[in-house]
T-cell receptor, first 113, second 114 residues
Framework: SQKIEQNSEALNIQEGKTATLTCNYT??????LQWYRQDPGRGPVFLLLIRENEKEKRKERLKVTFDTTLKQSLFHITASQPADSATYLCALDGSGGNNRLAFGKGNQVVVIP | DTGVSQNPRHKITKRGQNVTFRCDPI?????LYWYRQTLGQGPEFLTY????????KSRLLSDRFSAERPKGSFSTLEIQRTEQGDSAMYLC????????????FGPGTRLLVL
């Protein structure tokens, strides 16, 4: 069966450190992978997209890697700040053509001042 | 604010009642998606429109659920004869279309069925 796995345990991290989140998937062949941020009671907000032929993507303090052999993406927040505290969702291209997304359960990050 | 709006933001209803939610996407976006999210889970795909055509429906979408997008603009999601298991956050997202995969989500409608 198809699975998208993110760590269910919250990541508590000291301000200024790098937070690293993992997204593993099985039985998907995604053309791209996206990361979203979600705050409580709000809709997801797009952060980064990385395509299958890209190894790494950066945006400000965020970095995403994509390894289609390992079927894994890593999401890094460098120099983390308390405002980065949120749930981060990994999403894959769930099927060809219509771009509907298949999401992981999300991984909560808590940045401690 | 992503530019996608949803109404109402919250809805409390009794089991067996019908409810309707509205989504207004970003105006130039021709693709519109509905997702459902329960506590501790990621959003799950429900259905998808390209312009006014409903092109895909998830198996999650029972016969009690119906969605429309008249004229390819706003969309409505109706749930008939609501059940307690329908309690969830209903999210709408829109995107420009092919090769523009970023989806912009609305704030969601939180439904509680008593």
């Amino acid at each position: 069966s198809q699975k998208i796995e993110q760590n269910s345990e919250a990541l508590n991290i000291q301000e200024g450190k790098t937070a690293t989140l993992t997204c593993n998937y099985t039985n998907y062949s995604p053309a791209y992978l996206q990361w979203y941020r979600q705050d409580p009671g709000r809709g997801p907000v797009f952060l980064l997209l990385i395509r299958e032929n890209e190894k790494e993507k950066r945006k400000e303090r965020l970095k995403v890697t994509f390894d289609t052999t390992l079927k894994q993406s890593l999401f890094h927040i460098t120099a983390s700040q308390p405002a980065d505290s949120a749930t981060y969702l990994c999403a894959l291209d769930g099927s060809g053509g219509n771009n509907r997304l298949a999401f992981g359960k999300g991984n909560q990050v808590v940045v401690i001042p | 604010d992503t530019g996608v709006s949803q109404n109402p933001r919250h809805k409390i209803t009794k089991r067996g009642q019908n409810v309707t939610f509205r989504c207004d996407p970003i105006s130039e976006h021709n693709r519109l998606y509905w997702y459902r999210q329960t506590l501790g889970q990621g959003p799950e795909f429900l259905t998808y429109f390209q312009n006014e055509a409903q092109l895909e429906k998830s198996r999650l979408l029972s016969d009690r659920f119906s969605a429309e997008r008249p004229k390819g603009s706003f969309s409505t999601l109706e749930i008939q004869r609501t059940e307690q298991g329908d309690s969830a956050m209903y999210l709408c997202a829109s995107s420009r279309g092919q090769n523009q995969e970023t989806q912009y989500f609305g704030p969601g409608t939180r439904l509680l069925v008593l």
